[in-house]
């Protein structure tokens, strides 16, 4: 998978929230052999000391700071540039929310936010709803990939509009596409990936899973079974059997 | 003087951000501050003069992978 110019040879991304210890977070990061992991900016509490929280993630781990949390284009970009100051990193994982019940995003929001983050250098990976003419607004803006939700965060319900991934991978076959949000268990990634994604980005699936280290395990499966799948080229659905066998040849 | 500290209005009694941190205890490695929105780099928190009323954001990292 490809990111502006970055090449990583996982196709996860996992998120580090609603883990029940920090043991376990870094035990599901291990098993996922993703490379990249998203956290969140939030204010520092003043009133105790805090444990330094990247402190739990492995060195090896490009972390990918996300907006989360913000429902305008102007706190997104002032928690963009906090960000890339304490991390100096250039990327992130854009978040403009419009609704607090389903978590959508604010599509207006988000592409005027991308548009100044772009300009401002930023590596900006936009979270949106899985639309077409916003995925062309986004990169036609300078993001770096594109992030269509599945579903909406933390539900679990899979790839709700296969066809609009579908439509999105076919109409912008160069674009890195991410689905990031709504994916449950293993065959929801599997499919995100059969239907063309380069990657998954998802956290609730993982961490609030009975076992989070076994599913990583099988998210990073599925989304290598999916991605195989999507490269081998599925064969055509028909509604009539099509006999595997020789029709000639038997015995009367 | 007195300043707005993540929203909290405190009595302080230092000059620049740089004395804010260290009178607030906090650890320094991995946070981002911001001045009346926007921000200030780390190396120039010695020389960022306080003044009243000044609001101050002081952000960290935390677990989350969506809102």
């Given at each position: 998978m490809i990111i502006a110019?970055?090449?990583?040879?996982?196709?996860?991304i996992i998120g580090t929230g609603k883990y029940?210890?920090?043991?376990?977070?870094?035990?599901?990061?291990?098993?996922?052999?993703?490379?990249?992991?998203?956290?969140a900016v939030r204010r520092v509490p003043l009133d105790r000391s805090s444990e330094s929280f990247l402190d739990y993630l492995s060195p090896s781990l490009q972390i990918l700071p996300n907006t989360a949390g913000c429902y305008t284009a102007e706190d997104a970009v002032r928690t963009a540039r906090?960000?890339?100051?304490?991390?100096?990193?250039?990327?992130?994982?854009?978040?403009?929310?419009?609704?607090?019940?389903?978590?959508?995003?604010?599509?207006?929001?988000?592409?005027?936010?991308?548009?100044?983050?772009?300009?401002?250098?930023?590596?900006?990976?936009?979270?949106?709803?899985?639309?077409?003419?916003?995925?062309?607004?986004?990169?036609?803006?300078?993001?770096?990939?594109?992030?269509?939700?599945?579903?909406?965060?933390?539900?679990?319900?899979?790839?709700?509009?296969?066809?609009?991934?579908?439509?999105?991978r076919e109409q912008l076959p160069d674009a890195t596409m991410i689905?990031?949000?709504?994916?449950?268990?293993?065959?929801?990634?599997?499919?995100?990936?059969?239907?063309?994604?380069?990657?998954?980005?998802?956290?609730?699936?993982?961490?609030?899973?009975?076992?989070?280290?076994?599913?990583?395990?099988?998210?990073?499966?599925?989304?290598?079974?999916?991605?195989?799948?999507?490269?081998?080229?599925?064969?055509?659905?028909?509604?009539?059997?099509?006999?595997?066998?020789?029709?000639?040849?038997?015995?009367? | 003087m007195k300043v707005f500290v993540n929203g909290e209005l405190r009595e302080v009694k230092i000059s620049t951000l740089a004395e804010l941190i260290t009178e607030l205890d906090l650890p320094v490695a991995r946070i981002a501050i911001e001045l009346n929105r926007e921000v200030v780099r780390r190396s120039d928190w010695d020389s960022t003069m306080l003044k009243d009323e000044d609001r101050i954001e002081i952000v960290h990292f935390v677990g989350g992978g969506k809102n």
């Open positions: 110019g970055r090449q990583f040879s996982s196709r996860l029940r210890s920090y043991e376990q977070m870094r035990s599901a990061h291990e098993a996922s052999g993703a490379e990249m992991v998203t956290v906090l960000a890339r100051e304490a991390l100096q990193t250039d990327l992130l994982k854009l978040e403009v929310i419009g609704d607090q019940t389903t978590l959508f995003p604010d599509n207006e929001q988000t592409l005027e936010a991308a548009r100044i983050l772009v300009k401002e250098g930023f590596v900006v990976l936009p979270y949106f709803n899985d639309d077409l003419i916003m995925a062309k607004k986004l990169l036609d803006a300078g993001c770096a990939a594109i992030m269509p939700l599945a579903a909406p965060i933390g539900s679990g319900l899979g790839v709700q509009n296969p066809a609009n991934l579908r439509i999105m689905v990031d949000a709504g994916v449950g268990t293993a065959s929801d990634a599997a499919i995100a990936m059969e239907l063309g994604a380069d990657g998954v980005l998802m956290n609730t699936a993982i961490a609030e899973s009975e076992d989070p280290a076994k599913m990583a395990t099988a998210m990073k499966l599925a989304i290598e079974a999916g991605r195989l799948a999507y490269e081998a080229g599925r064969m055509p659905k028909r509604l009539y059997a099509s006999a595997s066998s020789p029709l000639s040849g038997v015995i009367k | -």
